[in-house]
């Protein structure tokens, strides 16, 4: 069993480095608050005994040695940027887990054969440099290394020179194929688990995700002299739109998401009908047609509604991400730990993508949800008990107990 | 007949003040430039031999006696401030129409048994320093004097300092019981003149409005692992709100109005479900007991989308205007001239509020509508044509001289 005590002491040091006065954590990738964590968990890491590999984009690993030298390494991780309003278990649940599990085998003198690995990838968040996911894309091959680095934040700072400011620029060379099997831990970030009583979430995989950007254009004019059907009203667009994209996530039950989570009105004023509106677009879905048929009906329903409401538009395409399906194997591996310890549990699909989606794709990898007050997430009131948290470490010793001796 | 190139030569050497790149007029209320505005208009007046009277709230009178010193003045105006991105002839054409009048009058010499007076209301457009129609609105009491010098611009500014900085604060008493017929020609901004090829809009009255301030509170939530139906997402209400407005405008045809100019979503961020939307709601009808049925329709429907989507609201009313039906013989007055000129016209109800609409409720008033391109004001590209300007001059001559010589 890890230890409880020491891991959720863990959590509130790392929590002090950009503690908000609402309780939170604001502390974004590549800032200077960022190395202050990389700096805390290395010294932590060193201090079990473990060696530290930094790659090109900053990611850590930190490695405790099996008895087969030739063995695939055991990996477990997460990450340590948080949202600018973040909470203090989104990232560091998972990372610190996994230094947890490696100070327990150290406590019991226990020796794998495969070396246990922990990783704090960089930039999960994206919310300082889009997007989201940017180390473990880059390790994974996802995303494209130059194109990262020249990624910028809102004072035009690039990546790769934040990387250089605060000397996490790496020159080790690790590759997908060194893992035998990579768990994430994580709060579920919903309200799926709380809702169920369920103390772990077993996540099998992650809806794949198509984002949008859509701008509709009309023609702005006085909400006074101009009658309801002379007008070309960019909002009527925009609300029919909002309601289409509700209707096709329903009707793709139970696995449809679909979420306008920006709108802008040009010009903005109250009694100017608006003639252009901006608006964003997620949808989510964890089989590959239907998501195809999602965006497909939205498509459809964008056209019919611009036609009728005399408006152009333009939709862009922003994000776009497969459904992933983690390894049998290693979804096996959480449920035993959880059966083996005599935890509630459920498998669950995770509705946000974590670095473990990328990891999947190229290494066994599956992850260990727990519930997280109210489902709130990326929010300051974040909230998670200890109870839950060293369940979820537990389950995660042991599944890397299981997947590391066999 | 007044004299077309003098009154167009007029309204291009007031646009040069505060002229935008894109051939607009950026002159907001009690600026320096509203002061250059006024400083030439009552020069021209000078210019014509009017008195001039200003009054405690910076509306100007100019005043060109009439033979009958006990009778009561034949007035015509409008404003002279303009929008951030206004165009050339929203309140200009009223004012400078207005002093056309006096100028082919005197080129005629032409003696008349009332006054004629040309005003120049302060404020109107309320965009520096809400509400709209300020100036009107405090001369014929609707508006109350003391709460208007206290309003404040983004700055922080007070109407009564901004007032004193371009010295309009004037001590001469005028009382709405001097006019024995107030008319306002001003710009359509609205496409029906346009649509139906018609050159005079004889407006008969104006919408009333009720304007509101809507709060939608929901829970913010991660848009991927948030399941549909346990969301209780504010903008799939403000989606349904937006088309409830619009619903209920046109089922009150032909005279309904429902617009949302504003809308701000809280967070704010592509993939977290809004907690919050704030919103505005524009609400106009000719019909007082329609208007009453749209916002009792509206406040059911808000009920009733809330209680569905687990939101709080407040909606709060942010203006509540009645409908205006101008005084029958003014109206008269403005149909004979157009028909004495064998111009086009039709009977027409303004959308917009304008300041003849506060005169209408203490002294006898009407209003001349010309047409706009593509219905568009409150816009740079706000355009009139000199023809139909002349025309909308000469009906306002013929209307005054009907007044004033009965
Ligand atoms: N875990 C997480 O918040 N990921 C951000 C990307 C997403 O919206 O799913
Ligand atoms: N004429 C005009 O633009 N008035 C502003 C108030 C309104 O929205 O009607």
Not at 80 to 88: E, F, I, V
Not at 146 to 170: C, E, H, N
Request: glycine share 10%.
């Amino acid at each position: 069993r890890t230890d409880s005590d020491r891991l959720w002491q863990s959590l509130m040091d790392m929590a002090k480095l950009g503690a908000t006065a609402k309780g939170g954590v604001n502390r974004q990738a590549l800032t200077d608050l960022d190395r202050q964590g990389r700096d805390l968990f290395i010294q932590w890491c060193r201090a079990e005994g473990c060696t530290i590999r930094i790659d090109n984009i900053g990611n850590i690993f930190a490695r405790r040695e099996g008895s087969d030298p030739t063995a695939k390494t055991v990996m477990a991780g997460s990450h340590l940027d948080s949202q600018p309003t973040g909470g203090k278990y989104d990232g560091c649940f998972g990372v610190l887990s996994g230094l947890e599990v490696i100070r327990t085998l150290n406590e019991h003198n226990i020796t794998t054969q495969s070396p246990i690995e922990v990783v704090a990838w960089t930039n999960e968040e994206g919310c300082r440099f889009p997007p989201c996911m940017m180390g473990s894309g880059v390790f994974t091959g996802v995303l494209e290394f130059d194109a990262m680095m020249a990624r910028t934040d809102a004072d035009g700072i690039t990546v790769s020179d934040a990387l250089d400011a605060i000397r996490y620029r790496g020159s080790d060379e690790v590759s997908p194929s060194e893992i035998k099997a990579y768990f994430e831990p994580h709060i579920e970030q919903g309200p799926i688990l709380e809702d169920t009583d369920t103390t772990i979430g077993v996540v099998i995989g992650g809806l794949g995700q198509k984002w949008f950007d859509l701008t509709l254009t009309g023609l702005e004019a006085h909400a006074g002299p101009t009658p309801m059907n002379l007008r070309r009203d960019a909002m009527m667009g925009a609300a029919e739109v909002t309601q289409a994209l509700n209707r096709i996530a329903f009707d793709h039950q139970p696995h449809g998401r679909g979420t306008v989570g920006c709108m802008s009105l040009h010009p903005g004023s109250r009694n100017v009908i608006p003639g252009q509106v901006k608006m964003t677009l997620d949808m989510r879905h964890w089989e590959p047609e239907a998501l195809i048929s999602m965006s497909q009906s939205l498509a459809t329903a964008v056209e019919e509604i611009c036609q009728r409401h005399g408006l152009e538009y333009e939709l862009t395409p922003t994000a776009n991400f497969a459904p992933e399906h983690f390894n049998k194997a290693c979804v096996d591996a959480v449920r035993e730990g959880a059966k083996q310890l005599n935890l509630s549990h459920m498998d669950i699909i995770s509705g946000a993508g974590h670095d473990a989606m990328f990891v999947g794709r190229v290494a066994p990898a599956a992850m260990i949800f727990v519930p997280c007050k109210d489902g709130i997430s990326h929010n300051e009131i974040e909230s998670a008990t200890p109870e839950h948290v060293h369940a979820g470490c537990n389950v995660l010793l042991q599944a890397m107990l299981n997947a590391a001796s066999v």
